[in-house]
């Protein structure tokens, strides 16, 4: 089997699933498949442990994607016939230049980013990775500069947070409340800042303090002056994932939680009517040869290993069997839940997957075997 | 480890730590502590085990934790008047880290004397099922976020209060959750890093979960190596390997961490948390 009917013609290839499923193997190894199928490709990884960076030997990842160098696979049996890049997201950096692309003239721009608001609190917060991660794919995809672009999500503990992300800052910038709140003189902002005269605001500035408030309000109506850009980007954000060239691949391991997970996933893409390209399962323990019971093993292997070993290995055999079973289970309901009928299964690959090497070997397993 | 006041329980996803949170409150709880587990992400389905080993299980949400606040704080007419406000909801909503301070205020009084909350009875022990560990170092840091970029008021004032508790390592312990696999590992050192250089804080535990047992020795692997055929022999060599290179890792991050280490047996079937609760029962003692 092999994952490239699936992605056939897509430009934009989202991997998603819960944290420590192998998704950035994955991603890395799809997107070094599809260079050595002549595409020029981009992967874009969010991963604080940088393990594409290690996977890819490059010690630094920029906030801009940057050429891998094909003689990294060239003795491991791969020949890059397009171009591989790969960047790791900075999520304040992107932040930065969004921001710097939106306003409307440098000194809105200025007044943003030397806001002590913005500046002490977008840094220091990991929450605006799922923004940042879809604006910068935006980006990469309005460049034209790559023929496709290999997503590796946030390891998000709620899958929604990412679905969400363009939603949740186009509706809050609509909300009545802001407008209310950001424009004109009559506006909450310039009470905030001018006379103090709303309950709301006075109360306000006893709970936070006038400093953060004066800041605050500064930074929101700075940030008002960047609201068209901001509402173009989201729409635009939005469009891009519900694209038809675009597709989500959901990856998870047979473990119970990131299987949850995966199902929860699966059923919010049908609802948001987004566009579903198929199911990885990683680490699967195969069930193939191992119909025997253990005590039969202990029988067989008696006379050439002694009793002693044997009965040890029908120990280890018993427990990948139970393991087997449990990924069958597993492989079955997921199946069922998410309607995928052939999901495409890498075996558990003995350890981490993480250099070259390892890549190589999930790379096989997607893609199915060379020729 | 139980005798402090707050257990912040972080690691990469997918390593078990909710399930390590839980099987904390739960020993705590045996041990007749009053323990809550508190979960910050919407997850439940550890509930039922948590109050069933006799600890208190409460999922923080940030608006909940902010009409508290606010009551506690300001009287009732205004505190009404600022929680139906949506202004105010978009403001704090969209105020940059505002979720983290919120959440781990919420936190911090659960572990107090005397509870804001009217009514509520203190606790000897809060776990936190934290988020993993990016947020979780984010939100760690949140108190003395705030409390710097507002200078002044009770925002700041309550910022470092709260932050004196969190950097104090005789009430607040921190206990990273992993398994003996390289990336995990990786992200455990970068966390142990990641705290020092925003909090000054250390790592008090180390809980590696998931060792599969290594049932073969290096003689008998090798005997085995001449009888591959045979598809049991294949199974059990392919999961020695597997043990083999999990204690590689284990010895790895106990070469490095600084900090003490334990061990939770690998559970084909996912998560057992009394398994995993007997287990830090003996390392605890």
């Given amino acids: 089997m092999s994952i490239e009917p699936r992605i056939a013609g897509k430009r934009v290839i989202v991997c998603a699933g819960s944290g420590g499923v192998g998704k950035t193997t994955t991603s890395a190894a799809l997107a070094m498949g599809l260079a050595a199928r002549g595409r020029k490709v981009a992967v874009v990884t969010i991963d604080p442990a940088r393990r594409l960076a290690d996977s890819l030997g490059l010690d630094e990842l920029g906030n801009e994607p940057r050429l891998v160098d094909p003689a990294r696979f060239a003795g491991h049996g791969i020949e890059i016939t397009g171009e591989l890049w790969a960047m790791m997201l900075d999520p304040k950096h992107t932040f930065d230049d969004l921001i710097a692309q939106l306003a409307p003239d440098e000194k809105a721009r200025d007044e943003v980013l030397e806001n002590r608001i913005y500046q002490e609190l977008s840094g220091a917060v990991a929450g605006s990775q799922e923004f940042t991660a879809i604006a910068k794919l935006y980006e990469l995809d309005r460049s034209g500069a790559f023929d496709v672009l290999v997503l590796d999500t946030p390891p998000s503990r709620n899958a929604l947070d990412f679905l969400d992300a363009p939603d949740r800052l186009t509706s809050f910038l609509e909300g009545r409340a802001l407008r209310v709140f950001l424009t004109g003189p009559t506006g909450l902002a310039a009470k905030v800042v001018g006379r103090g005269t709303s309950v709301v605001f006075s109360v306000l500035k006893r709970v936070t303090g006038v400093d953060l408030l004066t800041d605050l309000s500064v930074f929101f109506r700075a940030l008002g002056g960047l609201l068209d850009g901001f509402r173009e980007r989201a729409a635009g954000v939005k469009a891009l994932l519900a694209d038809p060239a675009t597709t989500f691949l959901i990856v998870t391991s047979p473990e119970r939680e990131p299987v949850e997970e995966a199902i929860f996933f699966a059923a919010k893409l049908a609802e948001a009517h987004l566009p579903f390209g198929g199911l990885i399962v990683n680490r699967v323990t195969p069930a193939e040869g191992l119909d025997a019971e253990p005590e039969a093993v202990v029988a067989e292997l008696t006379g050439e290993l002694g009793a002693d070993l044997a009965r040890k290995v029908a120990a280890t055999y018993r427990d990948a069997r139970a393991l087997a079973q449990r990924d069958t289970a597993a492989i079955a309901r997921l199946r069922r839940e998410i309607g995928d009928e052939q999901p495409l299964l890498i075996p558990q690959l003995g350890g981490d997957v993480h250099d070259v090497d390892g890549l190589v070997r999930v790379h096989e397993h997607l893609f199915g075997p060379a020729g | ?285």
């Fill in chain 2, 1 to 285: 480890m139980l005798d402090h006041r707050l257990l912040f329980v972080t690691g990469k996803g997918g390593v078990g730590k909710s399930s390590v949170a839980a099987a904390l409150g739960a020993l705590a709880a045996e041990r007749g502590k009053r323990a809550v587990v508190a979960e910050v992400h919407r997850r439940t389905d550890v509930e039922h085990v948590v109050t069933a080993a006799g600890a208190d299980h409460v999922s923080i949400d940030p608006q909940d934790a902010m009409e508290e606040y606010l009551v506690d704080q300001l009287p009732r007419a205004l505190a009404e008047l600022l929680s139906s406000s949506r202004a105010f909801a978009y403001l704090a909503a969209a105020t940059p880290g505002m979720r983290e301070l919120l959440t781990v205020g919420k936190v911090w009084e659960l572990a107090q004397d005397q509870r804001r909350t009217p009514g509520a009875e203190p606790y000897d022990l809060v776990v936190v099922d934290a988020p993993a560990t990016g947020h979780g170092v984010a939100m760690l840091a949140a108190p003395k976020t705030f409390a710097d970029a507002a200078m002044a008021g009770p925002i700041a004032r309550q910022g470092r209060i709260i932050h004196e508790m969190l950097a104090d390592p005789a009430r607040t312990a921190i206990v990273a959750v992993t398994t003996p696999e390289e990336m995990p590992v990786n992200e455990t050192l970068a966390l142990r890093d990641g705290l020092e250089q925003a909090n000054g804080q250390h790592l008090a535990l180390v809980v590696v979960n998931g060792l599969r047992r290594k049932r073969l020795t290096a003689e008998e692997a090798g005997a085995l190596e001449s009888h591959r055929e045979h598809p049991a022999v294949t199974a059990a060599l392919g999961l020695h390997v597997l043990a083999l290179e999990q204690r590689a890792q284990l010895r790895r991050l106990r070469r490095h961490i600084g900090a003490p280490t334990t061990t939770v047996p690998y559970i084909a079937g996912g998560a057992d948390i009394a398994a995993i609760a007997r287990r830090l029962d003996g390392a605890l003692a």
